[in-house]
């Protein structure tokens, strides 16, 4: 079993549309938790980070993360066309010393004009 | 402008063929990573810098080599490639032990024949 599960997708929306991608992990250690967007050809980058659980928001942005369930989100309000992207979560743990992160694979988004 | 930078882009070679992917940051960051993006299995680490002169093996260090003898450079050497290392290939820097906030470079699209 993969450490953090996430859906490939792909998932298509209508332009206008509320997004929700998320992401189950298993390691109860994880308290860092980081959304990347990877445009296609492009490297990640990243979109948003959070500590612990709560939510955080960032314009049209939303993290949620639920550490009881192990759940991650990232919401998405009014979606346009320039989000058509893979969304990968990425999360790590709080040990000491070098600090490894854990990628999802990634869930492919596309925004219907 | 702050950039991560990989050559080549795209390289297709032969099996056996020794082969170097250059990376050079401008951010004057400690950390740089590498990494593999396969389908189905998302961004996997290989190797990892905390400084120059200091390297560790990643996830999936096996047929890979690095160096770190500038801050700015971390090249990836393949010095007997394979066709399983056929992949997208991707190199990070990061000022941050947590890499939270990793800038990655543009990909270099490697196929081994």
């Known amino acids: 079993q993969k450490e953090v599960e996430q859906d490939p997708g792909p998932l298509s929306v209508p332009e206008g549309a509320i997004v929700s991608l998320n992401c189950t992990y298993s390691?109860?250690?994880?308290?860092?938790f980081m959304w990347y967007r990877q445009y296609s050809r492009k490297g990640p980058e990243l979109l948003m980070y959070t500590y612990s659980s709560g939510n955080k928001e960032d314009g049209r942005f939303t993290a949620q993360v639920d550490k009881s369930s192990k759940y991650i989100s990232l919401f998405i309000r009014d979606s346009q066309p320039s989000d058509s992207a893979t969304y990968l979560c990425a999360m790590r743990a709080n040990s000491g010393g070098y600090q490894k992160v854990t990628f999802g694979t990634g869930t492919k988004l596309q925004v219907i004009p | 402008e702050a950039q991560v930078t990989q050559n080549p882009r795209y390289l297709i070679t032969v099996t056996g063929k020794k082969l170097t992917v250059t990376c050079s940051q401008n951010m004057n960051h400690e950390y740089m990573s590498w990494y593999r993006q396969d389908p189905g299995l998302g961004l996997r680490q290989i190797y990892y810098s905390m400084n120059v002169e200091v390297t560790d093996k990643g996830d999936v260090p096996e047929g890979y080599k690095v160096s770190r003898k500038e801050k700015r450079n971390f090249p990836l050497i393949l010095e007997s490639p394979s066709p399983n290392q056929t992949s997208l290939y991707f190199c990070a820097s990061s000022a941050s032990r947590g890499l939270d906030t990793q800038y990655f470079g543009p990909g270099t699209r490697l196929t081994v024949l």
């Open positions: 390691n109860s250690a994880f308290q860092y």
